[in-house]
C-alpha cells in the first residue's frame, strides 16, 4: 500500500526548482553534447584516432543540428506557424526534433568528413554511441516539461499531468501512463 501511495504521487518536478527557473532542454542537451564529446573522445583515442577531431567535429555538429532540428519541427507544426512566421525563429519558445538534429549532424558529419580527409563510416562509428546516449539524455526533458505521456491511467506508477500540458479532451484526466512519447502518441 505505501510503494502505491508513493508511486501514485509521482510526478515531474516541473519547470522552477523553488524560485530558480530550469530550462531543462537547454541544461539537458548542453550534457549530452559534454557526455558525447567525452565518449567520443575516448573511443578516438582507444581506436588510434586524434580525439581533437571528434572536439572540431562537435562544434559543427551543433552549429548544423540546432536550426536543421528547428526547421524540421517547424516544418511539421506549421500550422502554428503560417500566421505568425517571426516564431519560426523563436527557439526559446519551444520546439526541436531529433530527426532534423540528425540531418543536420548527418550534412555537417559528411563535409568535416571530407574536408579533413577521413573516412566518413569511421567518424560515424566514434559518433553513433553517443548520438544515442543524448538522444536517451534529452528525452528527460520531455518527462521534466510534463510533454511526454500516454493515455490517462489509474495504474500504480501513474504519473501527474498539470492541467496546462493536458490534451484537448483530457483535462479532466489528473494521472497518465509515463511513456517517452508524445502526449500524441498515446492519446
Given at each position: ?13 516541473g ?7 530550469i ?16 565518449l567520443?573522445?575516448y ?121 496546462a ?23
Open positions: 500500500m505505501l510503494l502505491s501511495t508513493f508511486l501514485a504521487e509521482f510526478a515531474s518536478p519547470p522552477t526548482i523553488g524560485p530558480l527557473p530550462r531543462w532542454y537547454g541544461f539537458l542537451i548542453a550534457s549530452a553534447v559534454l557526455i558525447g564529446v567525452s567520443s573522445s573511443l578516438a583515442k582507444r581506436r588510434g584516432v586524434n580525439p581533437d577531431l571528434i572536439s572540431d567535429l562537435s562544434l559543427w555538429l551543433v552549429v548544423a543540428a540546432i536550426p536543421c532540428a528547428r526547421l524540421y519541427y517547424v516544418a511539421f507544426e506549421w500550422e502554428k506557424y503560417a500566421d505568425n512566421p517571426a516564431e519560426v525563429l523563436a527557439i526559446w519558445h519551444g520546439g526541436i526534433a531529433i530527426h532534423g538534429a540528425m540531418l543536420g549532424g548527418l550534412l555537417a558529419a559528411l563535409i568535416f568528413a571530407r574536408l579533413n580527409k577521413i573516412a566518413f563510416w569511421q567518424l560515424a562509428d566514434l559518433v553513433a554511441p553517443a548520438l544515442i546516449l543524448g538522444q536517451a539524455i534529452g528525452r528527460w526533458g520531455n518527462f521534466f516539461n510534463s510533454e511526454a505521456f500516454g493515455r490517462p491511467t489509474d495504474l500504480p506508477w501513474k504519473l501527474y499531468i498539470p492541467p500540458q493536458r490534451p484537448a479532451g483530457y483535462t479532466q484526466f489528473d494521472y497518465f501512463h509515463p511513456t517517452f512519447c508524445t502526449s500524441r502518441c498515446g492519446i
